[in-house]
């Protein structure tokens, strides 16, 4: 009888600890939603565990797609924040290689300076593609598509301009 009502709690509490790592907040949604299952289970123990999952997945697809569209913002970093902050400021307008195709808004990696960097971009980015750094953020690089490469100047290791 308590056993679905303890479970129901320690999914809370397990899609809290996640949500403190990762702050973005599907996982407070689902935390919420198990809590609620729990709430559910303790107020009326007469309720089965097949109607409490059924409460728990349309709760959770209601929570989720509320969720959506209101944290767009919060979701995709606004890299333009970060452009005057220290050592990232350096990194920014610098030109990074693609080693994978990148979905619009997800990560993948890329090449500045012989060094494998996580890169994420609006737009769609293929293999071999060249990319500039637009900012930084909580260790992933965000990039756009550089339209015209002959309009760029490259840095030398020593500090001279180079095209």
């Not at 320690?10 to 702050?23: K, P, R």
């Not at 929570?63 to 400021?89: F, Q």
């Amino acid at each position: 009888m308590y056993t679905s009502i303890i479970i129901w709690f320690f999914i809370t509490a397990l899609f809290l600890v996640l949500e403190f790592s990762n702050y973005n907040f599907y996982f407070l949604a689902i935390s919420v939603d198990s809590f609620a299952c729990g709430i559910l289970g303790l107020l009326f123990p007469q309720i089965g565990l097949k109607f409490q999952l059924i409460f728990f997945l349309a709760l959770g697809v209601i929570a989720i797609s509320m969720l959506y569209k209101k944290t767009e913002k919060m979701r995709y970093y606004n890299e333009e924040v970060r452009k005057s902050d220290g050592i990232h400021s350096r990194l920014n307008g610098q030109i990074v290689i693609a080693e994978e195709d990148i979905l619009p808004y997800s990560i993948g990696k890329g090449n500045l300076d012989l060094k494998i960097w996580s890169i994420r971009s609006k737009e769609a980015i293929k293999i071999g593609e060249t990319v500039e750094i637009t900012g930084y953020d909580s260790g992933v690089l965000w990039v756009k598509k550089i339209k015209n490469i002959s309009e760029y100047t490259f840095l030398s290791s020593n500090g001279s301009k180079k095209i």
